[in-house]
């Protein structure tokens, strides 16, 4: 069965540390997307790769950097976690526009 | 841009009746557009998307959808709904690029 693995269903950090989202898939997908999911915001984008080193911002990067060093990998990393960060994660892997995404489980971030 | 309306922010259903969930686009090419299901606390699984060929596509757990372009919509149907089937949907409609564009989402209650 493919997957989407997200490292951590559940998170706590505190504010003003680096936090580290780490997702790998097994599908061989070329692109990797990381969204957020907020309460009556739906799931916006916050960045995406479509190859190794290869990343490109999404609708909200800010406050978040990412790493795509193998291309099963795609990290997210909160550079300084603030509380409005507080957040479900989605990672999502497809291979191209046309088969739709794979979806992890979702990490839930809580910054206090 | 493209963009992505749900009209219904939530339905409530008896099981055993009948299913429609709307979804409008905007998109200014032929669009791809996918049905996603989203279980409380899981990540987004694809039900059914449509890239061509025949307007009506199948998708899995006996889902169906109709991609009218006249009107822009790509409704999803389900003839008789189960409790299983509450959990939150999401319409999207994807770029040549790759990347998708989610609906806001519909909530499904489903009455006993």
């Known amino acids: 069965d493919v997957k989407v693995t997200q490292s951590s269903r559940y998170l706590v950090k505190r504010t003003g540390e680096k936090v580290f989202l780490e997702c790998v898939q097994d599908m061989d997908h070329e692109n990797m997307f990381w969204y957020r999911q907020d309460p009556g915001l739906g799931l916006r984008l916050i960045y995406f790769s479509y190859d190794v080193k290869m990343k490109e911002k999404g609708d909200i990067p800010e406050g978040y950097s990412v790493s795509r060093e193998k291309k099963e990998r795609f990290s997210l990393i909160l550079e300084s976690a603030s509380t409005n960060q507080t957040s479900m994660y989605l990672c999502?892997?497809?291979?191209?526009?046309?088969?739709?995404?794979?979806f992890g489980s979702g990490t839930r971030l809580t910054v206090v | 841009a493209q963009s992505v309306t749900q009209p219904d922010i939530h339905i409530t259903v008896s099981e055993g009746a009948s299913l429609e969930l709307r979804c409008n686009y905007s998109y200014g090419a032929t669009p791809y557009l996918f049905w996603y299901v989203q279980s409380p606390g899981q990540g987004l699984q694809l039900l059914l998307k449509?890239?061509?060929?025949?307007?009506l596509v199948q998708g899995i757990k006996g889902f169906e959808a109709e991609f009218k372009r006249s009107q822009s919509s790509f409704n999803l149907r389900k003839p008789s709904v189960h409790w299983s089937d509450a959990a939150e949907y999401f319409c999207?409609?994807?770029?040549?690029?790759?990347?998708?564009?989610f609906g806001d989402g519909t909530t499904l209650t489903v009455k006993p």
């Open positions: 999207a409609v994807a770029t040549n690029a790759g990347k998708s564009t």
């Open positions: 449509y890239f061509s060929g025949d307007t």
């Open positions: 999502a892997s497809s291979s191209w526009d046309r088969d739709g995404y794979t």
